[in-house]
C-alpha cells in the first residue's frame, strides 16, 4: 500500500537517508527533507517498511530550507542549510548555527557531508564582505568542521569539543555555488564545484592526491581530518564543460562503470553528464 504523508505546505528541496541504512528493510529507519516552508523534517518508519511511526519538525525561524545532509554518528545527527546560515541537530534539537563562528556571513552558496569510518566532515561555501580595496563585492571561502562517531564536534586529532570557535580549516580559492566531494570511507580525495555556470572544477583535497606530496592540515589517524590538505595550496587537476548552464551537481561512487567517483551533472534543457573522475578515464563522458 502507498502511504501519502501530508509533513510540509511548501516545495520539498531535499531528501537524505542515512548511510547505514542501505538495508533500511532489515531495520528501523528513517527519511529526512527539507522544505521552503521553513521547516525540515524526519520520518521514522518501522521494521520492513511497513508503517510511517511519527516524525519530528526542524523549525528554521521561517528562514527557507534549501537543503538537509546527513551526519553518520551514533545519535540521529543533520546540518541544514538556509540562505544565510547552515544549522547542526542532534536528537531533533538545534546544536549550532555556523554564522556564530563566521564573522560577517552574509551568505551560504553551498555544503556538503563526507561521512567516514572515524567520524564526518562538513564542508560549507560562503561570502563574506568584500576586504577593503578588493574590486569584489563579496569574498568567497570553503571551511570545513569535523564531527566525531557521537555527532559532537572535534578537532583536527579527533578530540571532541563542544562548540568551536571555528572552522578547523578554510580554503581562500574557492569561488562555487555548488559542492561535492568524493565518498571514499577513508580519505576526502577531492572537492567538485562550479566555477562558473558552465564549467566544474576538481581540486585534491589529500595531500597524498596523485603524485604530489603537500604538508597534511592534521595527520592523527583517529581524526576524521587527518588528510586535510594545506590551506594555501590550490591546484585545479580536472575541468569539465558544459554546453549548457549547469543546475545540480553530485558526486557518487560507481564502481562498475566509471572503476570509482564520479560526477551526475544535471544542466539546462534536459541534459545529464555522467563524468568518470579517476582512473584512466578521468574526464570522459
Request: charged letters at 25%; glycine letters at 8%; a negative charge.
Amino acid at each position: 500500500a502507498v502511504q501519502r504523508i501530508q509533513l510540509h505546505s511548501q516545495r520539498i528541496t531535499e531528501f537524505a537517508v542515512p548511510f547505514e541504512n542501505k538495508d533500511m528493510m532489515d531495520e528501523d529507519w528513517y527519511l529526512a527533507a527539507s522544505s521552503e516552508d521553513g521547516n525540515a523534517s524526519v520520518m521514522n518508519f518501522a521494521k520492513g517498511a511497513s508503517g510511517f511511526e511519527g516524525h519530528k519538525l526542524l523549525r528554521h525561524d521561517n528562514q527557507k530550507v534549501l537543503g538537509i545532509q546527513h551526519i553518520e554518528a551514533e545519535e540521529q545527527t543533520f546540518a541544514t542549510l538556509t540562505e544565510k546560515d547552515v544549522w547542526v541537530w542532534r536528537q531533533g534539537k538545534p546544536k549550532s548555527q555556523l554564522s556564530n563562528q563566521i564573522n560577517n556571513m552574509i551568505g551560504v552558496s553551498g555544503f556538503t557531508v563526507d561521512n567516514k569510518e572515524n567520524g564526518a566532515l562538513l564542508f560549507v561555501g560562503y561570502q563574506l564582505p568584500a576586504a577593503e580595496g578588493n574590486s569584489s563585492l563579496v569574498e568567497h571561502k570553503l571551511s570545513v568542521w569535523a564531527f566525531g562517531k557521537n555527532g559532537h564536534f572535534c578537532g583536527p586529532h579527533g578530540k571532541e569539543v563542544r562548540e568551536p570557535k571555528g572552522p578547523l580549516v578554510t580554503y581562500d580559492w574557492y569561488s562555487g555555488d555548488r559542492i561535492d566531494v568524493d565518498q571514499s570511507r577513508e580519505s576526502t580525495e577531492f572537492l567538485a564545484t562550479t566555477s562558473d555556470a558552465y564549467t566544474v572544477q576538481l581540486f585534491p583535497l589529500n595531500p597524498l592526491y596523485g603524485t604530489k606530496k603537500e604538508k597534511p592540515f592534521a595527520i592523527d589517524p583517529q581524526g576524521p581530518a587527518q588528510l586535510l590538505i594545506s590551506e594555501d595550496y590550490r591546484d585545479v587537476v580536472l575541468e569539465l564543460r558544459h554546453e549548457n548552464k549547469i543546475a545540480y551537481l553530485l558526486v557518487t561512487e560507481d564502481e562498475h562503470d566509471a572503476g570509482g567517483a564520479c560526477a551526475i551533472v544535471a544542466c539546462d534543457r534536459g541534459t545529464v553528464h555522467l563524468w568518470d573522475l579517476e582512473g584512466s578515464d578521468q574526464g570522459e563522458v
